[in-house]
């Protein structure tokens, strides 16, 4: 089964391991702790989040191009993604009234501190080039340029943008 629940990070913006649908292998803890990390923290953090926010602010969503492939083995994960999609677009019509915009950033693979806690230290070099080698641009994107996606959904150089779905993925999903 991989990592076990425990080896998890109860800290963590977002979760998931590789766990194959077969029966018996997705538990109720383990979906419960995926979901509770992934979709339950965001949308209690966006909650608390809503009175804060004045007219013209924006709120950027992380679902991952998971929630619009699936992807093999990380059903957990790809299914809490596609609820952080469905939350953006649900919160997107819900708050433009108030002037608020909620969009969303689905990345493809990154180059994050995550994929050493699945793969382990020693192997994230040889992992990253593996990966990178199946994506149309060539490698695993860097954290940078997420951080560029985001940044520009939450600045006014998005201003028409509402309910949209920013897929920064290398070509994955598109070619």
Do not use: C
């Not at 619009?68 to 953006?88: E, I, N, P, T, V």
Request: cysteine-free; overall charge positive.
């Amino acid at each position: 089964m991989g990592r076990r629940e425990s080896e998890l990070s109860e800290a963590a913006a977002a979760i998931g391991r590789s766990v194959t649908a077969v029966p018996g292998n997705i538990t109720k803890n383990y979906l419960d702790h995926v979901f509770g990390v992934n979709v339950t923290g965001t949308v209690l953090t966006v909650q608390k989040a809503i009175p804060l926010l004045n007219k013209g602010a924006s709120i950027v969503i992380k679902p991952s191009t998971a929630a619009d492939r699936g992807a093999a083995s990380m059903g957990a994960y790809a299914a809490s993604k596609a609820a952080l999609r469905s939350f953006a677009r649900t919160w997107a019509g819900e708050l433009k009234d108030r002037g608020v915009r909620v969009n969303a950033i689905s990345p493809g693979p990154t180059d994050t501190s995550g994929v050493m806690e699945l793969v382990g230290a020693e192997n994230v070099a040889g992992y990253n080039a593996t990966l990178g080698m199946s994506l149309p641009i060539g490698r695993t994107a860097r954290v940078e340029e997420m951080a560029a996606a985001v940044a520009f959904l939450a600045s006014s150089d998005s201003s028409f943008m509402l309910g949209a779905n920013l897929v920064v993925d290398g070509g994955v999903n598109h070619l």
